[in-house]
């Protein structure tokens, strides 16, 4: 028995920062903001006792550059905020990306543009799988959809971001932030990680290693770039993950990420009892997008109904998976309130053919 | 409750301060411990004392897709705001469980749900301590829906209160008691 | 012969790319003497800027991270946090430290992070091309205060060493120049002493050194030398605001 196989009822942003505990980060910086702040609030209790350190930052700017100097030491550090704040994490991302450092950024959205509201949203779709700073880099995103996918896929995307030395973002919303679910603690597959060679430890022994993203001679920069590209596109082949739910038999394919997943699953089972063949298809990695199985799915199925809370941004990588000649449908809700099961389900019967 | 197909939702909502997440949050534990699939979702935000507070929690024993309910199968109303909010919501044939200390029975007027009345602060101030009017509530509302075993509602307040609370859990299993007991005996509903 | 003036170990052997008369070759030169007097130079991490400044890694002989304009401070501070058991250092110019990245270096000296900052104050943005900086002087012209700075447009140059000062989590704080040998003595002491406060884990320490800056105040490198003398030091006095002698404890 491992000390934590008990189910427990804890809230997703609880779950986050158990698992930031069990993957072995033991440094968080953060500053306050709605609907995230149990995170901070329970690593600020748990982490001091374990020896960590836990700093209430004067700004989500200092938050994410604390976490660049502490990861930029070989440990695994973190932050966590809601969509305003992470606008303002986005210098400190792209500098992560271009010194090829590791980071663990929770982002418990919000809605926008501007200060918007506390409520559930997926508005930050594009910010999150472009990049969302300056320059040419992604950040692996992981788009959790119940309670323990919250714990996993932390535990998960500290290791792609060691893996890969780039930022991780686990992308929730105010929705799996705030909701109870059942959860166990369990440790996930242990990924092989090759050591940090690369860490700022103090020069003893070895030559004085240097972190950066300045390159000014000829040529440099571009090959970092290209470089960069490779990591991503080896991503690409290795890290895809999605849920494929009822897609064998279906005549449309409804592609909903998060908590907008969730309702629409609930949605293919009422579809179902009324004899509509309907299936879902989950990216849980938003980026590297599971293009090449939307695609292969869509060899087989024509016609896709795309759900979001927002008026269209996932939208753009589903048509651009897909095939040719298929058709992709989307269905947005932009924030206030998630669609009932039996709303998507009005909205399948559209498209169902 | 053993149905393979088993599905309930409900809606606890009063004044912030008057206890009603914990209410929200022990039963949707005690339905984890019990083996079912749970979910609760606080309000969030702009919560403070004396504020709006409720929580919708969802039973099933398949796995859950939206946490959000437009229309509940009931809710309990700890406060007359939570009566006008949530009691038009429920569905027809549904369950409103109104704390009757706060909220005269005429406000609870409709005909096609059961209407349940139950004075909660005044019991609770009867058995020595007005602060337990949630428990009893909460006692008498699982009498009624019989959603969870009282034994896991027991078991699950260690879990749920805070350690610092653990101490008072002997007068919360008490007063659990104490609703479900006024539930048994006022088992038909008064003013349907 | 003996050898009586050396290269430090820890500044490695090529020329600095600063211009002729630019001090910071010496503040570089004073931070990589105190750290071969304490022989920390294998457990020192540096934390360079945006700026003139950011080209530490070419010079010293240490692990280095570059941070983002003006985070210099929450880096470090993000680095020792990670290692106690490290001597962390920035070295931020002035438009770094006292503009753009004022709200991290107000809040890790309150915090009293067991940094030290070294803040290359030369009153102008040099690798820009000589814009106004928080700390140019009133009546001073640059290429963004083509008519000299006026307070009723551009506010007052910030004396940062006496904000910090004023903060009950600084340990330290000091501000020197290096325009004359005595200057320099001082300059030299002072530094030592930060690295020295942060060592003996006192807590936050910080350096003003005022810097020439000839190439963007359009002078010859001894005007400029002159002018940190006749109009810096008058407006930005040196001498050691604070010392902590032993650190806060419960």
Redo the contacts between chains.
Sequence with gaps: MEPHSEKILVKGNEAIAMAAIDSGCLLYFGYPITPQNDIPEYLSKHLPPLGGEFIQAESEIASINLLLGASATGARAMTSSSSPGISLMQEGISYLAGSELPGLIVNISRSGPGLGGISPSQGDYFQATRGGGHGDYRTIVLAPSSIQEMYDLTCLAFDLADKYRNPAVILGDALIGQMKEPLVRRSGAKINLPPKEWALTGADGRKPNRLKSLYLEEGELSEQNWKLHQKYERMKKEEVRFESVCTEDAKLVLVAFGSMARVSKTSVELAREEGLKVGLFRPITLFPFPEKPLYDLSKRVTRFLTLELNTGQMLEDVKLSVARDAQVYFYGRPPGSLPSPEEVLEEIKKYYQ | MSDDRFYYDFIVAGFGGQGVLIIGNLLAYAAMKEGKCVTYLPVYGVEMRGGTANCTVVISSRQIGSPVVGRPHAALVMNLPSLIKYGPLILPDGLLFVNSSLIEPKEACRKDIENFFIPVNEIAIDHGNPKLANMIALGAFNQKTKLVQMTSLFESLEKVLDERYHHLIPSNIEAIEIGAEFARKNISPPAR | MELVFKRPECLIDIPFHFCPGCHHGIAHRLVAEAIDYFRI?????G??SVGCS?FM?DY?????????HG?AS??????????KD?IVFTYQGDGDLAAIGI??S??TAN?GEKITIIFANNGIYGMTGGQMAPTTLLGQKTSTSPYGRDFTYDGYPIRMAEMLATLEGSAFVARVAVNNPANLMKAKRAIRKAFQMQIEEIGFSFVEVLLACPTNWGMTALEANKRVGEEMIPYFPLGILKERKMADSL
């Design positions: 130079r294998e457990k020192t991490i934390v360079a950011v890694y010293f002989n240490i692990d280095v991270l570059e941070a983002p985070r929450a880096v470090a501070s993000g680095v020792k946090r990670a290692r490290r709200a991290e107000i809040h915090r």
